[in-house]
């Protein structure tokens, strides 16, 4: 039996510190205070008649029952699990941002300080000590030596690259120089096609010089063919054309026009009516001689 109530009497307590639960008992202790020290302390007759009064649990007043043993209670109970950690939240914080921060920077510059003061006396004790001064040296020779070495390749890279600047600009010189004598060569073949193209002009106006000239040969040639031509083609042409003509020259035109008697009657139908040519035409041995032959002359003038 005492096992059974030790138990029950744990496991109430393990429920009662439940975060809620616990607050509302503790609100319903505190909501119902007045009755339950009324129930305690009151003389047995009061404790019966407070048992035995008969209220309303629902009713609508601010002390109902329900009110009292149910509503409040929980209403007290949230705000005190809820309520009081946010309030207590919010305290720590304006604390924190007004006290303990300013607090806590002041504490580290006081520790910043002393700090400081112990590694001003340290170094201080430390400088003043042979092995300091060793290890010091040590590393700033260690330090120079690096430093050397980082010089000399700075001044062999330095080298190199001033070898090839120097191979760069005797090339560069050669080129020039190459250049320069193609630029001779040019400007020499420049002024050769110029004084070429000078000669050429010359000749250009040379030559149109002596085709105008040839040119006005020309026309006056054609004028004189011209001449030649109206003065052969007439009938005075054609008798002296015909006594320049030499054995030969006569066997064939005479040939001509006893094969073809049609010339024979345009030179005449041109030049009937001229007494001169007609005249000299009667006159003439050949046409006495011939006359008797060609019978398409005799039957012209018949």
Same mark, same amino acid.
């Given at each position: 039996?005492?096992?059974?109530?030790?138990?029950?009497?744990?496991?109430?307590?393990?429920?009662?510190?439940?975060?809620?639960?616990?607050?509302?008992?503790?609100?319903?202790?505190?909501?119902?205070?007045?009755?339950?020290?009324?129930?305690?302390?009151?003389?047995?007759?009061?404790?019966?008649?407070? %048992?035995?009064?008969?209220?309303?649990?629902?009713?609508?007043?601010?002390?109902?029952?329900?009110?009292?043993?149910?509503?409040?209670?929980?209403?007290?109970?949230?705000? =005190?699990?809820?309520?009081?950690?946010? #309030?207590?939240?919010?305290?720590?914080?304006?604390?924190?941002?007004?006290?303990?921060?300013?607090?806590?920077?002041?504490?580290?510059?006081?520790?910043?300080?002393?700090?400081? &003061?112990?590694?001003?006396?340290?170094?201080?004790?430390?400088?003043?000590?042979?092995?300091?001064?060793?290890?010091?040296?040590?590393?700033?020779?260690?330090?120079?030596?690096?430093?050397?070495?980082? %010089?000399?390749?700075?001044?062999?890279?330095?080298?190199?690259?001033?070898?090839? &600047?120097?191979?760069?600009? +005797?090339?560069?010189?050669?080129?020039?120089?190459?250049?320069?004598?193609?630029? @001779?060569?040019?400007?020499? /073949?420049?002024? /050769?096609?110029?004084?070429?193209?000078?000669?050429?002009? !010359?000749?250009?106006?040379?030559?149109?010089?002596?085709?105008?000239?040839?040119?006005? !040969?020309?026309?006056?040639?054609? +004028?004189?063919?011209?001449?030649?031509?109206?003065?052969? =083609?007439?009938? #005075?042409?054609?008798?002296?054309?015909?006594?320049? %003509?030499?054995?030969?020259?006569?066997?064939?035109?005479?040939?001509?026009?006893?094969?073809?008697? &049609?010339?024979?009657?345009? @030179?005449?139908?041109?030049?009937? =009516?001229?007494?001169?040519?007609?005249?000299?035409?009667?006159? &003439?041995?050949?046409?006495?001689?011939?006359?008797?032959?060609?019978?398409?002359?005799?039957?012209?003038?018949?």
């Amino acid at each position: 039996m005492k096992e059974l109530i030790n138990s029950f009497t744990q496991a109430t307590v393990n429920r009662l510190k439940s975060p809620f639960l616990g607050s509302f008992f503790l609100a319903w202790l505190l909501v119902n205070h007045t009755e339950i020290l009324t129930f305690f302390y009151s003389a047995p007759e009061k404790k019966l008649l407070l %048992l035995q009064s008969d209220v309303a649990f629902f009713s609508d007043s601010l002390t109902a029952p329900y009110l009292m043993k149910l509503v409040y209670p929980t209403i007290v109970a949230f705000l =005190y699990t809820f309520g009081l950690p946010w #309030v207590q939240h919010f305290i720590d914080e304006r604390k924190h941002t007004f006290i303990d921060d300013k607090r806590t920077k002041a504490h580290h510059l006081r520790l910043e300080s002393t700090y400081k &003061s112990q590694a001003n006396v340290s170094r201080a004790q430390a400088m003043t000590a042979l092995s300091y001064w060793e290890t010091k040296l040590h590393k700033d020779l260690d330090k120079w030596e690096q430093q050397r070495a980082e %010089l000399r390749a700075d001044l062999a890279n330095m080298r190199d690259q001033l070898s090839l &600047s120097n191979d760069q600009l +005797e090339t560069a010189k050669n080129e020039r120089d190459k250049l320069s004598e193609a630029l @001779i060569s040019k400007k020499s /073949e420049f002024e /050769e096609i110029q004084s070429l193209k000078s000669v050429a002009t !010359d000749k250009n106006a040379h030559l149109e010089r002596m085709l105008e000239a040839r040119r006005k !040969d020309l026309e006056t040639l054609n +004028e004189q063919l011209e001449r030649e031509h109206t003065r052969v =083609y007439s009938a #005075v042409g054609i008798i002296e054309l015909i006594q320049r %003509l030499d054995d030969s020259e006569t066997e064939i035109l005479r040939n001509y026009l006893s094969n073809d008697g &049609s010339f024979a009657e345009q @030179i005449l139908m041109n030049h009937l =009516y001229d007494p001169k040519f007609v005249d000299k035409i009667l006159r &003439s041995e050949a046409f006495i001689s011939n006359a008797s032959k060609n019978k398409n002359l005799a039957r012209i003038l018949t």
